[in-house]
C-alpha cells in the first residue's frame, strides 16, 4: 500500500536501528511517547529488541478512553439506565469499568447502548428514533475534537431535538505540560503524536523546550517513522540542542490544520478537567459553548451521583502511575493477575491502546 | 483511536469524498479539508478527512532516512 510500504522498510528500519545504538548516551534515557498508538505499533512491529538496553520507551497519557475520569463513566451509565435513552459511544468505552458498573454490563442488563465509528453516525440514530433522547460520549483528543464540533453544527443546523453531547474531549499538550510539572518524571525526550499534531501543528510544542529544555520529535506511526523519531530525539539529547523537530512532515504542517482548530474554537471553550489516573489539569478540556446549551447533556439533563464506596481491588490498581509514566504495567500488582484483557480491572487494561493492554498482548 | 491510513480519493461528491478501503468504497467527510483533488491521499480519523499527504514530503523524509542508511 502506498505511503504505508515504503515505511516499513527492513533494511532501513535495520539500519535506523544501528544509528540509534552508534547516537545513543552512555546514560540510561527515558522517552516518553505520548500516544497510545505509538505504544502499540511499538509492540506490534517489535520494535523494542532493535534498541539500546539503557533506552527505556514510557508510555504516556495518549489514550482518551484511559484517561476519562471514573465519574464521567458513572454518569454514563446512570444515563443509560434513563428509560428511551440511546447511548452512542466509540467502541473502547464499552468495557471501560466505574466504580460500580459499565456500559457494556448495562448493555447485558438491556440498557440501549450503540457503539459508532464516526461522530457523524449519531446524527442517523437520532434522525431514526426521535421519540428518544440519543447521548453521544464525546471522547478523544484533538484528533477527535473537530469531527464532533462538526457533527455538532450539522445536529443543529437540522435542529435535532433529541441528540445531546457529553463531552470527555481533552487537550495534549496541557497535559504534558502537566506531567513536566511532576518532579517524579524523569523523561528526556517526548515523542510527540503524530495525528494529534496534524491538527494542532508543531508550534503546539514549542513551549516544551523552551521552558523545561526537553527534546520532542513529532512521529508518525510506520516503523521508519518511529525509529527515525527515536533517532532524533537522541541526536538532540546527545547534542544538548532540545527543540520540536518534525518527523511527520508528510502530513504535519507548522500551522497545523487551521479549518479544524477554527471549527473547534466555533464549537467548545476550554475548560480544567480531570485526568483519570492524574487529577484535575487546567486548561486542558473541552465543553461544548453556552451557545450550544441544548445539545449539552450536562446542561438539559445534569446529573447529581451519590458518592459510591470503590470495589478493593480498584484501590490497589495503578493505572494512574503507569500513565504518567513513573511505573511499567509489571511493576502494578493487578497486572496480568487479576487485571487482564478479559477481565480488566483499569482503563489502561480496557482500551486496545491502553498501555497495560500493549504489554500483555505482545509481551 | 488513532488508526488512520492514507486512502486515495477516487470522486468528490460535494461535502464526502469516496476512498477505497479494503475493497469497499466509503463516504469519508471532506469540511476539514476543502481542497481535496482526486487522486490525492487523505488520512482519514473517524470518518473525516483530517489531512492530505503531501508526496514531496514523504519521499523527503525516505530520502533523509536513506542518508542515514
Given at each position: 500500500?502506498?505511503?504505508?510500504?515504503?515505511?516499513?522498510?527492513?533494511?532501513?528500519?535495520?539500519?535506523?536501528?544501528?544509528?540509534?545504538?552508534?547516537?545513543?548516551?552512555?546514560?540510561?534515557?527515558?522517552?516518553?511517547?505520548?500516544?497510545g498508538t505509538h505504544t502499540m505499533s511499538f509492540h506490534r512491529f517489535g520494535l523494542k529488541?532493535?534498541?539500546?538496553?539503557?533506552?527505556?520507551?514510557?508510555?504516556?497519557?495518549?489514550?482518551?478512553?484511559?484517561?476519562?475520569?471514573?465519574?464521567?463513566?458513572?454518569?454514563?451509565?446512570?444515563?443509560?439506565?434513563i428509560k428511551d435513552v440511546i447511548i452512542v459511544t466509540f467502541a473502547d468505552m464499552l468495557r471501560v469499568p466505574g466504580s460500580r458498573s459499565s456500559l457494556e454490563k448495562q448493555r447485558a442488563r438491556g440498557s440501549d447502548v450503540r457503539i459508532v465509528y464516526s461522530a457523524w453516525d449519531t446524527l442517523r440514530i437520532a434522525c431514526d428514533n426521535p421519540k428518544k433522547t440519543v447521548i453521544f460520549l464525546s471522547v478523544g483528543f484533538e484528533t477527535t475534537a473537530p469531527t464532533i464540533a462538526l457533527s455538532l453544527q450539522e445536529a443543529r443546523r437540522k435542529n435535532l431535538k433529541n441528540l445531546l453531547f457529553f463531552s470527555s474531549l481533552k487537550l495534549i499538550p496541557a497535559a504534558m505540560d502537566y506531567l513536566l510539572k511532576d518532579k517524579r518524571l524523569n523523561i528526556q525526550g517526548f515523542l510527540c503524536p503524530g495525528h494529534v499534531s496534524t491538527i494542532i501543528g508543531v508550534k503546539s510544542y514549542e513551549f516544551i523546550p523552551k521552558k523545561y529544555g526537553i527534546a520532542c520529535c513529532i512521529?508518525?506511526?510506520?516503523?521508519?517513522?518511529?525509529?527515525?523519531?527515536?533517532?532524533?530525539?537522541?541526536?538532540?539529547?546527545?547534542?544538548?540542542?532540545?527543540?520540536?523537530?518534525?518527523?511527520?512532515?508528510?502530513?504535519?504542517?507548522?500551522?497545523?490544520?487551521?479549518?479544524?482548530?477554527?471549527?473547534?474554537?466555533?464549537?467548545?471553550?476550554?475548560?480544567?478537567?480531570?485526568?483519570?489516573?492524574?487529577?484535575?489539569?487546567?486548561?486542558?478540556?473541552?465543553?461544548?459553548?453556552?451557545?450550544?446549551?441544548?445539545?449539552?447533556?450536562?446542561?438539559?439533563?445534569p446529573l447529581k451521583?451519590?458518592?459510591?464506596?470503590?470495589?478493593?481491588?480498584?484501590?490497589?490498581?495503578?493505572?494512574?502511575?503507569v500513565l504518567k509514566g513513573i511505573i511499567q504495567p509489571l511493576e502494578c500488582p493487578l497486572f496480568a493477575k487479576s487485571c487482564k484483557p478479559q477481565s480488566p480491572q483499569g482503563p489502561c487494561m480496557v482500551s486496545s491502546e491502553g498501555t497495560c493492554h500493549a504489554y500483555y498482548k505482545y509481551q | 483511536m488513532c488508526?488512520?491510513?492514507?486512502?486515495?480519493?477516487?470522486?468528490?461528491?460535494?461535502?464526502?469524498?469516496?476512498?477505497?478501503?479494503?475493497?469497499?468504497?466509503?463516504?469519508v467527510n471532506i469540511q476539514m479539508l476543502p481542497?481535496?483533488?482526486?487522486?490525492?491521499?487523505?488520512?482519514?480519523h473517524a470518518g473525516f478527512a483530517i489531512e492530505k499527504i503531501n508526496p514531496l514530503k514523504a519521499k523527503e523524509t525516505l530520502d533523509l532516512i536513506n542518508e542515514i542508511h
Open positions: 500500500m502506498r505511503y504505508i510500504d515504503e515505511f516499513r522498510d527492513k533494511n532501513l528500519i535495520r539500519s535506523l536501528a544501528q544509528r540509534i545504538n552508534q547516537v545513543m548516551p552512555q546514560q540510561p534515557i527515558n522517552l516518553m511517547e505520548v500516544c529488541r532493535l534498541l539500546p538496553s539503557h533506552l527505556r520507551l514510557v508510555s504516556g497519557p495518549g489514550c482518551p478512553v484511559c484517561v476519562s475520569d471514573e465519574n464521567y463513566i458513572d454518569k454514563a451509565v446512570a444515563y443509560s439506565k512521529a508518525g506511526f510506520e516503523p521508519l517513522d518511529i525509529m527515525q523519531g527515536i533517532y532524533v530525539l537522541l541526536r538532540q539529547i546527545r547534542q544538548d540542542r532540545p527543540e520540536v523537530i518534525n518527523q511527520y512532515m508528510r502530513l504535519v504542517k507548522r500551522q497545523g490544520n487551521k479549518k479544524a482548530q477554527a471549527v473547534i474554537k466555533k464549537a467548545f471553550k476550554i475548560t480544567d478537567t480531570k485526568w483519570r489516573g492524574i487529577g484535575c489539569v487546567p486548561k486542558s478540556g473541552l465543553k461544548l459553548k453556552n451557545e450550544f446549551f441544548r445539545f449539552d447533556v450536562e446542561k438539559v439533563m451521583l451519590r458518592g459510591e464506596l470503590k470495589d478493593k481491588r480498584l484501590k490497589l490498581c495503578r493505572c494512574g502511575d | 488508526l488512520a491510513i492514507p486512502l486515495e480519493v477516487e470522486k468528490i461528491e460535494g461535502d464526502f469524498v469516496l476512498v477505497k478501503a479494503g475493497g469497499i468504497l466509503r463516504r481542497d481535496v483533488k482526486v487522486g490525492d491521499f487523505i488520512l482519514v
